[in-house]
């Protein structure tokens, strides 16, 4: 008799913590996503990097007129909220295509009609200015709103007299680029 009434208890709470466990947050990000933004070489030191906010998901802070939100895709990688190393990538909405690979150079800087990648290094006194590179993009899930790519290239502090050059290599991106 007395197992009888310790039964529905029990019922009860495994149908509650299966209930539970069943929810699901449409919010959250899918699972197939990295713990990490962009991963990437700076003069050889590797770094781990999500957005200013600590995720993966899009930084919608652009405030750079020469790439408008609504023609760009701001990808920022920063070490932290206010962090001393960050890159910028601007991806061309629509030239968001798996398979592709653009040039960057100084010439892309501001131009707001490629791609374009940044280096921003704010543990010294340089104003670091991108000399050459590449951005692959390797993947891009439509439905799931994510791409996947690679980068490497060169800045430089064309105000420095020693013309310090800053290499940036083994650059990976994977980010939710819409919410």
């Not at 008799?1 to 990000?29: E, Q």
């Not at 050059?165 to 991106?173: A, P």
């Amino acid at each position: 008799m007395k197992l009888t009434y310790l039964k529905k208890p029990l019922l009860l709470i495994f149908g509650f913590l299966l209930v539970l466990s069943c929810s699901s947050d449409d919010s959250d990000p899918p699972q197939n996503t990295p713990d990490f933004a962009m991963t990437f070489r700076l003069n050889g030191e590797y770094y781990e990097v999500n957005n200013p906010f600590g995720d993966n998901k899009f930084s919608n802070t652009n405030i750079f007129t020469s790439y408008p939100i609504e023609d760009f895709v701001l990808l920022q990688g920063r070490n932290g909220l206010l962090g001393a190393i960050e890159i910028d990538l601007w991806l061309k909405r629509d030239q968001i295509i798996a398979g592709t690979t653009y040039q960057v150079d100084n010439d892309t800087d501001g131009a707001g009609d490629t791609t374009h990648i940044d280096l921003i290094d704010n543990s010294n006194n340089f104003f670091e200015s991108t000399v050459s590179g590449e951005v692959n993009v390797l993947t891009v899930d439509t439905e799931n709103k994510i791409v996947t790519g690679t980068f490497e290239f060169v800045a430089q502090d064309f105000s420095d007299p020693a013309n310090t050059t800053i290499n940036v290599t083994e650059g990976t991106f994977n980010y939710i680029y819409e919410e």
